[in-house]
């Protein structure tokens, strides 16, 4: 008896029992097959609907039948497999219906749809997803090189900046130093001047000291001789008097006007005024060169890229035609029958009517004008240089080489570019949006509602900063919307 249990535990092995961390807990897969406390799956088989542990899935590696079955990674979800209706395995998918049925299904409600194999339609979709994968990496190696180039701009940006600055410092540094040595040597010489003048008083001055003392004591000699009382000693001793020198000194200098260094000081005032104005010019040209140096970045695509460049838009009452009212902080113009009374100024637009905006436009900017529906407005912009006086087209906006100009009536829109007009077609809006991109010489206008609408771009060069600008029509109003 104990030799044939020997042979028995030789043929099947001496299994032990299970440890603990080889049961299902409530989190895991529980094997279909065990009884009592159930081992954790192994895997589940989609033909047989189950989840077996290590032991009960054996037949699907060693018996026939089974080692066709698909396994998967174990699931919780195989019973969503089955049909309702028909208690089948949902071995086919209908394209039309776009659900996975059964094969009863599929002769009867699902009789006339598109109906494939599971399978099949599971290597249809997953050759798409190859493909969608394929693009999506084709994307993600572009934007990569989009990264590096950026990372590569940013570099070569930051470079040139510090190397502008290190320049400017030299530069001013060089000219704060020939500001010195010129305030040396203006300096020096006064005090060169300084020391010669004052030198040639002090020796004039001891020479009329010395001819005061001289003078004083001839004056004493003289005194004596008049309080002489005796005739005869008097005319005695009167031819024997020294004559009287002449004057070693000439009193032209007390009439003629002194010459101090009033005029070196009015000098250095005016060459310091030549400089704050040198200075002044030049540091305006040298900012806007500074705020139009950007990086190479894209185009904005929706109405948010936009937003980032908001810019906020307020009107010059300096500029504003008699007829036009400003109001809302100056952001909003409504053109009135009545003149309203503004005051004469060079910048003013005398016949025509229309203003501009106080801010300058350089850089990357974007502003949205709301106009109403039966309005018609004129959104431009314009270098500040451009005419104001007359009723010559060299004045209005969008008729002349200095101003573009959108015409937008609340039907159509037409753009204007000295005095050649262009008919633009887009979806009508209330409100029209303005991107400019000065040094890249991009100026755009959108029709802005839900979505955003290309009306027309000009590609160009600018040669100064620009200004918006609107011109009015008889009952109509504008306003700059508050973007931020």
Partial sequence: MLAALVEELKKTGLQAAPADHCYAGPEEVACDVCTGRKLKALKSCLDCLASCCEK???????????????????????????????????????????????????????????????????????RELGLRRQTIQQRVQDTEKDVKLLQQEEEAFNGSADKAVEDSEEIFTEMIRLLEKGSSDVKQQIRSQQETEVSR??????????EITELKR??????????????????HNYPSLSPLSRSTHSSSFRI??????EDVTAAVSQVRGLLQDILSETETEILTIVSQVDVLLPQPETRADFLRYSQEITLDPNTVYKHLLLSEGNRKVTYMSEDQSYSDHPDRFTYWHQVLS??????????????????????????????????????????????WSLYCDGNSYSFSYNSIETPVSGP??????VYLDHSAGV??????????????????????????????????????????
Avoid at 94 to 100: E, S
Avoid at 203 to 209: A, F, N, S
Avoid at 218 to 235: G, H
């Fill in 56 to 126: 009960h899935l054996q037949p699907h590696f060693q018996s026939a039948p089974f080692k066709k079955n698909k396994l998967v990674e174990p699931s919780e979800k195989l019973q969503e497999n089955i049909c309702s209706r028909h208690d089948e395995v949902m071995k086919m998918f209908c394209r039309t219906d776009q659900q996975c049925i059964c094969y009863l299904c599929s002769v009867e409600e699902h009789k006339d749809h598109d109906t494939v194999s599971a399978a099949a339609e599971r290597t249809e979709r997953q």
């Fill in 201 to 210: 008083v002090r020796e004039l001055q001891e020479r009329l000291e010395q």
């Fill in 218 to 235: 001839k004056d004493q000699e003289l005194k004596q001789l008049s309080d002489t009382e005796d005739r005869y000693q008097f005319l």
């Fill in 256 to 261: 003629r006007p002194l010459r101090n260094f």
């Fill in 358 to 403: 106080r801010e300058s436009l350089t850089g990357r900017c974007y502003w949205e004008v709301e106009m109403g529906m039966r309005g018609q407005v004129d959104v431009s912009v314009t270098y500040k240089n451009i005419s104001r006086a007359g009723d010559l087209y060299e004045c209005l906006f969008g008729f002349n080489d200095k101003s």
């Fill in 428 to 433: 009508v809006s209330s409100r029209v949006g």
């Fill in 443 to 484: 100026l755009s206008f959108y029709s802005v509602s839900d979505t955003m609408t290309l009306l027309h771009r000009v590609q160009t060069t600018f040669t100064q900063p620009l200004y918006a600008g609107v011109v009015m029509y008889l009952g109509s109003a504008a306003e700059f919307c508050k973007l931020k």
